[in-house]
C-alpha cells in the first residue's frame, strides 16, 4: 500500500510532535469563547460606546479602566491579544507540521478574518453602532470560532484517521447552520433592541402566535420558532447517533448538544423573564458559541477521508 503522506492521514509529519500547536489552539478556542461573552456583556451594559473613539479610547491605548470604559476596553485588549495568541499558533503549526499546508492555509483564512472582524469593530464605534455591521462583527466571529475548532480537531490524536461516519456528519452539519443562523437572528433581535419585543413567556403577548405587525415583534418570534427548530434538529441527531454509531466521542458530543440546547432554551426565556438582565443574556450568547463549537467539531470528526 503506498504510503500515505501527513496531510492526509496521519495528522502530523514523522517525527513532529503537534502538542504545542494543539495547546495553543486550546487557548485560542478559550480565549476566542470569552471574548464573545465579553462583547455581550459589553452590548448588555449599555458600554458599546463608552469609547467614543477607535482604536484609542478618549485619545489613549490606557484610559482610566471604570464603568462601561473598564468593559469596552477590555473587550478591544483582550481582541488584541487573540490576533497575537493565534498568529503564534500558526506560526508554531507552520514550524512543527511542515506536511500540514493545509493547517497553514486554515491559519491564514483565520488572520484574515480577526482583521476583518478588528475593522468591523472599530466602524460600529465609528458609525454609532449600525444594525448591519453590529450583527456582521458578531457573524464573523462565530465563522473564525468554528475554524478555530476545525483546526483543533484536525490535529488531534484521531486526524488522520476519520471516522467517514455518516449519520454524524450530517447530525452535525445540520446542527451547525442551524444554530449559526439562530445566533446571527439572536445578534439581530440584540442590536434591533428586540429583546423584549415579546415581553412575556412561553407566550409571545399572550398568544402562541401573536400578531405580527410590529417588526420588532416579528424579529423577535423568528428567534423564538427558530430556537425550537434548533431543538428539534439537535435532539433528532442526537438519537440518531446514539442509535447507529459507536464512537464514544460522537456519542458524547452528540449528548452534549442535546443538553446544551435544552439548556438554551431556558437561558433564553430566562432572558426575558429577569428583562434582559446582563448575566442572563451573556450566558446565552455563550452557550451558542459552545453549542456550535460542538457542532463544528462534530461534523469535522465524521469527515469522509480524503483519496
Not at 418570534?221 to 438519537?239: D, E, K, P, W, Y
Amino acid at each position: 500500500m503506498d504510503e500515505i503522506p501527513p496531510a492526509l492521514g496521519h495528522g502530523k509529519a514523522p517525527g513532529r510532535d503537534p502538542g504545542w500547536v494543539r495547546a495553543l489552539l486550546h487557548a485560542v478556542l478559550v480565549w476566542t469563547l470569552a471574548l464573545l461573552l465579553l462583547g455581550s456583556v459589553v452590548h448588555a451594559t449599555g458600554s458599546s460606546l463608552a469609547c467614543p473613539d477607535w482604536p484609542t479610547c478618549f485619545g489613549t491605548m490606557m484610559p482610566e479602566m471604570k464603568g462601561g470604559v473598564f468593559w469596552e476596553h477590555l473587550h478591544r485588549l483582550w481582541a488584541g491579544a487573540l490576533v497575537v495568541l493565534f498568529t503564534a499558533a500558526v506560526i508554531v503549526a507552520r514550524r512543527t507540521l511542515p506536511g500540514r499546508p493545509d493547517l497553514f492555509t486554515l491559519g491564514l483564512a483565520g488572520i484574515g478574518l480577526l482583521l476583518f472582524q478588528s475593522v468591523l469593530g472599530g466602524l460600529t464605534v465609528i458609525y454609532r453602532l449600525p444594525d448591519a455591521i453590529s450583527t456582521s462583527h458578531l457573524a464573523v466571529a462565530f465563522i473564525f470560532l468554528a475554524l478555530a475548532t476545525v483546526m483543533l480537531v484536525l490535529t488531534g490524536p484521531t486526524a488522520g484517521a476519520a471516522l467517514n461516519d455518516a449519520t454524524s456528519r450530517r447530525a452535525g452539519l445540520w446542527a451547525a447552520t442551524m444554530i449559526f443562523a439562530q445566533s446571527i437572528v439572536g445578534a439581530l433581535v440584540r442590536h434591533t433592541d428586540s429583546g423584549m419585543g415579546c415581553p412575556d413567556v412561553p407566550l409571545c403577548l399572550g398568544r402562541v402566535i401573536p400578531p405580527l405587525v410590529h417588526p420588532m415583534v416579528q424579529l423577535h418570534f423568528l428567534h423564538r420558532v427558530l430556537g425550537l427548530a434548533v431543538a428539534i434538529v439537535v435532539i433528532s441527531g442526537t438519537r440518531k447517533i446514539l442509535a447507529r454509531t459507536q464512537d464514544p466521542v460522537q456519542r458524547g458530543l452528540g449528548v452534549a448538544l442535546a443538553v446544551g440546547v435544552v439548556g438554551q432554551i431556558i437561558l433564553g426565556f430566562a432572558s426575558v423573564a429577569f428583562r434582559l438582565e446582563p448575566p442572563y443574556v451573556s450566558t446565552h450568547t455563550l452557550l451558542a458559541a459552545i453549542l456550535l463549537t460542538l457542532a463544528v467539531a462534530m461534523t469535522t470528526r465524521a469527515r469522509r477521508p480524503r483519496a
